[in-house]
């Protein structure tokens, strides 16, 4: 199969003019001009340009069926206390549960999204699904307690470690939810079940301001919001530590570590998640809803950290478009050049997640997960698709073209 477009975007490489991709069965065989080829094209998508499959790095596929129901005007505490809920709610409809995935997954596909860094509370349920989808993804257990001794801690983790459904596209990681839900011994013992299993690591870290009051001194909103939700346990014990330091001090970073979000770092916690080469999830359009301080991804750029792009849910967000985020940052962080911005919704998404060896990028010997996105006109710049509102038109996972519909 002999795909062409105006422009081959392989991301590791300059872009590629009147550009053709061959296939073989699941794989990129061979990529360059046109006029290089000696067979006809299968399909020539014309004035567009041709992309790996984008990679959402942070989402919550089970949420999809919250789109638009939350205030976030209210801030991140009374957005998250509604939120738990409404999950409460859901953890008793197993149909709603398996609606929301679903619905997920399509949208994330019709987007040009073909690898996610997924965050689930229900693995049992949410991966025989994932299993189905041809969505390359790493199910993050998503574990939360307080209080809780060593055989509760035990079989939470086991709990979110189920690996009956995982496989070669679906790969099984632990996600302690934060530092304000998870104590100091339970992040070790989600980091130390990690490092045993060989399993990827996602933490939601200093998402907010109140983080850093709460482990530092105990103190704040979500102290607040942790007892009226029962779950307060009197024998906690301040850290004085930052976010980014009690994790860093309980094992928690790494080099398969995934920061969700990081909206609220020091330079001193920026040398940290460098030294510990840890990734950052970088979620500009919830960032944004938020209202949060500028984040610092220039400055972790800067320090060598692999900063990716997520969506976060669509609790806190419009769709589950990469695309999107892109657009979003090539208007608000204009200063930084579309190279890298689209390096972090493809490239280093993948080697976040793992999955670098198989996609991020295109290259012969790497699986054929790729975007298709027409350009505004004939005689646009490659860029020009990130300062258009065109949806992708084509979106194949190991070469086989999606449903855009499906």
Known sequence: ???CARYIVPVDRPPIENGAILIEDERIAALGTAAEFSQPATDDFGDAVLLPGLVNAHTHLELTGFAGQIALSLGFVPWIRTLAGKLLNQNADTDALQTAVEDGIRQSLRAGVTTLGDITRNPASVRPILSR??????????VIGIGLGRDRWARRLDAAACMNHTGVKLRMGIS????????PDGLRACAARARCMSSPLCIHVAETPDEEAFTRRLEGGLVELLKGAGVWDEAMV?????????CDQTGVLGGTTLLAHANYVSDSDIAIIARRDASVAYCPRTHAAFGHAPHRFRDMLAAGINVCLGTDSLASNPTLSILDEL??????AADVSVDVLLRMGTRSGAMALGFEENCGTLRAGKVADLVVVPLPS???A??????DSAEPIAVYVAGRQTSLLG
């Open 1 to 3: 199969m002999l795909l």
């Open 133 to 142: 989808s041809p969505i390359r993804t790493v199910s993050f257990g998503e």
């Open 176 to 183: 302690p939810h934060a530092p304000y839900t998870v104590e």
């Open 238 to 246: 301040s850290s004085g530590l930052s976010p980014l330091q009690l």
């Open 327 to 332: 657009r979003f940052l090539r208007q608000y």
């Open 378 to 380: 004939a005689r646009a």
């Open 382 to 387: 490659w860029d020009a698709f990130l300062e």
